[in-house]
């Protein structure tokens, strides 16, 4: 008999809930804080391109936390007995040992009530979006824990993301950085390319790049698919998901849709969306990028 | 066969491909090398001619050019890259065979009359062709292709075909050249021109096999060594010697006479063991050890490599540049390119061939390595103790761009300011790195031609990257990652990009023309662009605005870097930003001395 899967994962993942094939998805929304006010992000209020407006007319400081073990329990709670098995698929340990945290603990509580599989996607945003793609579509061919949890790891191993980003402090002050600090405080007004990889264990944000304008910034990225198709030996890129940013940079993006369509041959392109969360790291003008070899 | 610009591209990436094996092998080269004098620079001369080619390729963006076409191209770039004799010899080949293959007929026959070319071009354009060098090879080559086109059509196949057959003529060259036999090894050019075939062949079958050798020093050192045990009186050997057995691996030592001299030894030591100290040829192998050092450090009968590119309307064929050269001089190539000259010459006396030579045109470019230095260092067992793996050198004019550089991730950045360093003080600040690997750079073509100079004297391994403005220097430092891989640098090398533009505003010291044939007043500010003054005028600001005026194109940044000069002056981003609506403009402190301004135009 298959097994009935719910799938969980926390709304910093650069697509909408609709943009993914598979009904039992929940979506927890990250708490993010504004001078101590908690928000979640809404449908209309409370976005991403809300929070790029707050940040540029107000000089706010914002930040995020990680999932609430609360909410996570709530969740299961709600369905343990719908379903026999929940995937929850996490952001990378790197960027937030915490949630990794949380997660261990639920799935220690339901451990005599209900199998959880803890997927770290060694990736965060579009990153974790374009891997959870991979999941349902792996899910909906196999049935067994391990050939999913095999098949998982190769696809995490595969993806890769970059993020465009105007001004690093945002990730800085969201306590996200990683590897990528070394980029901070140039002379030169520079605009940082940083990214994660699923090939690497730690999965820490890490500097990919320098450019000194968004379209130097493109070229490298096609520069950085490039060499990923290289060294994986492969013609074609599987997936690509592609961020529109906040609308504010819509030049730079567009450049970046055409030097793909241009130069990179992929199976499939979507179109990402980000969230309220993603907008605390990112901050003005970003965007980025995931591809799935 | 019309190229459109993926074709481009697609050559690019193989040429570039070939480079990269080739400068694999460079160091391997380099110690292969004693003729025609042993200063170690075979490897270095002919990746450096590549290497020049590629980066001054025009760029052909969205301009159709056929393959032969721009192999001819590449041909000329290289005659002008050319270094030493192997880079001349090669280039000359190369220009010889694109000459037959420019129409683009590929087919096997036409690639022999090619390879004839090429080798006629490259034997008569040296003056004392020998036997035994890079020129038996490249006659073999065509010799073999030949031949073996009458049965197979693929002249790729018989490229391949060819490799192992020229291998075994490569290791005849002893045989035909003396000094080779003398030395125990092969000869460097040919050595060099192989390992081109087989990355042509590479890039046909994309196999690897990196090979390196025993460094020279130590091999002088065993022959010393070896040396000093013989001279020990026969009645001590019989307690020196049990126990006692010369192994060293022949495949490592990559040096045929002295592998047989360390089998004589290894005999002698076995005679020893069982006759007692009696060995009748111990006289003869302490002669072939002298003899061999001698050839390794030979009386220089000419101290200096000198090469110059001259643009000369006074003459008009070889043999008039040949009359006006010093009689005295040997190993002289002299290539012609419409009114452009290329000399490769040994001379006692580059200053006087200079002086003569200037009176009949322009010097494009001038340069004086001194051999015996090189081959002092060549031999020489001083050691760098090195502190680190790898570094990243920089020479700048401007302390501005020398913060701005080492804060991107530059390891070393020297400062020049107005006075352009010479090889030696260049050869002290390589050395001073203690860098095994040294990836060097710098902001004008003199220097660079210096540091070219100052790579083979220097103890690390030098990689120069070919930039000739600080904005190429910025782009190349932006683009290496923190933990590059040293071994892995040739693509740093091949892809700088071209399309790099900026003008400098500057200040005249007397009365002048624009190229358009405009006054230019003593005091007035003036634009530089590609080498050509544009417009004046008095006041510094117009002439900025003018420059961003004519040479904007689809940029959106603009950045003005301030000269030592103008390192006061005030800012003038309000007023550009107002002029010119939609562009970004910065402003940072360059700190160089012949431009108040730099003016950097970037997408």
Partial sequence: MKKEILIITSDNLGLKKEQFDYPSLEIIKCPVYINGKEYRESDHEYTANWLIEKYLKENIVAKSSSILQGDLIDIIEKNKDKYSLVIHVLMSHGVSAATTLVAENVKKIYRDVIPILNIDTRQTSLGIGLVLLKIIEIIKQHDHIDDILRLADEAIRNTYSV??????????????????????????????????????????????????????????????????????????????????????????????????????????????????????????????????? | MELIETNIHEIKIRIGNVFRYLHGYKEYINKLNVFPVPDGDTGLNMTLTIQGALANMPDYKGKPITMGEYLKVFAEQMLMSSRGCSGVILALYCKGITEIIGQNDFSSDNLFKAFENGYKKAYEGTENPKEGTILTIMYEFKEKFGELMKEETDALVNIRKCIPYLKTVLDKTPDMLPVLKQAGVVDSGGAGFIILLEGIDREIKKSKNVQTNFPFPGILKITRNIRKFLAVKSSKFKTIVPGLHVTIRSDKLQNTRLNNIIEDINQFINSIKNNGSHFPRRKEIVNNLKDMEEVWTPKFKQRYCLEFVLKSDKLSTQNEMKAILDHESDNLIILKSDSTFKVHIHTNKPDLILKEVSRYGEFIFTKVDDMKEQHQNFISEDR????????????????????????????????????????????????????????????????????KSAASLSKSNVHIIETNNVFAIINLVMSISNDYDITDISGLIINQPKDIRYCGISRAVRNTKTTNGNPVKEGDFFCVFNNEIMFADKDPETVIIESIKNFINTDSLVTLFKGIHAKNNKNILSRLTRTFPGISFEEYYGGQYQYYYYINFEH
């Fill in chain 2, 384 to 451: 760098i103790d090195y502190e680190r793996e790898k570094c990243v050198f920089c020479l700048v004019a401007g302390e501005g761009f020398k913060a701005i550089l080492k804060n991107l991730g530059a390891d070393e950045v020297y400062c020049y300011r107005g006075i352009k360093p010479s090889v030696k003080i260049l050869v002290k600040e390589l050395n001073r790195l203690k860098s095994k690997n040294i990836i060097a750079t710098a902001d004008d073509k003199d220097i660079l031609m210096a540091l």
């Fill in chain 1, 163 to 293: 993020f465009v980003m105007h001004d690093l402090n945002y990730l800085f002050k969201s306590g996200r950085i990683g590897k990528a600090r070394a980029l901070m405080g140039s002379v030169l007004r520079i605009i940082p390319l940083v990214g994660i990889s699923g090939e690497d264990k730690e999965g820490l944000v890490v500097p990919i790049g320098k450019a000194r304008t968004f379209m130097q910034a493109n070229d490298k990225i096609i520069e950085f698919i490039h060499n990923k198709m290289l060294e994986k030996s492969v013609v074609k890129v599987q997936y690509i998901v592609n961020s529109l940013g906040y609308g504010d940079n819509l030049d730079a993006v567009s450049d970046l849709s055409n030097k793909i369509k241009e130069s990179v041959p992929y199976e499939k392109m979507i179109t990402g969306q980000p969230h309220l969360v993603e907008a605390v790291y990112y901050g003005p003008k970003s965007y980025s990028i995931s591809i799935n070899i």
